[in-house]
């Protein structure tokens, strides 16, 4: 059985990461391997909705809840057979949090605080990512998705989510992972069904 991890990336919320990781699961499914998928637990964040509206009284702990959520994540990921998919690599948590400290939503104090509770997680415990799937999409049609597909409660200017994309581009120069990026602009894997296969190939291409 192939053991193997990928984490989904993207540029920035509103890109496709959820809808990407249950693309790869079907798709995989259909070249026969065992496939385990892990989502974005954000219904279950008590503080989300409230970090819109309040983040100064409310975005620390939102942040803080999502970095231990997805520590026991991918660390239960880790203990899986057969390919594991994580929606939402932990350092695209980790960059947003940076991305509303850049903002000012998140205050250098908060942000420090932020810093020392993700570290102390235990990262080191857990099986690192064998690929890492990065979303890119154009400045336009990232501002257009986030615009059409925005929960009620996400308040933010379109900005906010080019920031986000500036703050995710900084660590990708940076990071050491192997990574396929993936143009959303010119695939609709959301839609069209050839997308779905070409996405799927692209990465049986990668791990095998």
């Known amino acids: 059985m192939m053991n ?3 984490y989904v990336m993207a540029d920035s919320m509103r890109v496709g990461k959820t809808t990407a990781v249950k693309v790869l699961a079907e798709g995989l499914r259909m070249h026969g391997y065992t496939v385990t998928e892990s ?8 503080y989300l909705a409230q970090s819109y509206s309040d983040p100064a009284k409310n ?20 203990s899986q057979g057969g390919i594991f998919i994580q929606d939402v690599a932990p350092e695209m948590d980790y ?4 991305t509303n400290r850049r903002l000012g939503r998140m205050s250098k104090k908060d942000f420090a605080e932020y810093d020392q509770f993700y570290r102390g997680l235990g990262w080191e415990r857990v099986i690192p990512p064998d690929l890492i799937v990065y979303l890119e999409v154009s400045d336009e049609g ?9 929960r009620e409660f996400e308040t933010v ?10 703050v995710n581009r900084e660590w990708l120069k940076h990071n050491k992972n192997n990574v396929v990026m993936v143009d959303t602009d010119k695939l609709d894997f959301a839609h069209e ?8 190939n692209i990465i049986l291409y990668q791990i095998n």
């Open 4 to 6: 193997k991890r990928i």
């Open 39 to 46: 989502y974005e637990d954000w219904k279950h964040n008590p």
């Open 59 to 78: 975005f620390l702990e939102s942040q803080k809840w999502f970095a231990h959520r997805k520590w026991e994540q991918v660390r239960d990921g880790s």
């Open 95 to 98: 960059n947003y949090a940076e």
């Open 142 to 150: 990232l501002i257009r998705r986030a615009l059409d597909s925005a």
């Open 157 to 166: 200017a379109p900005e906010y989510y080019l920031m986000m994309k500036k």
């Open 193 to 200: 069904e050839k997308d779905k296969v070409e996405l799927t």
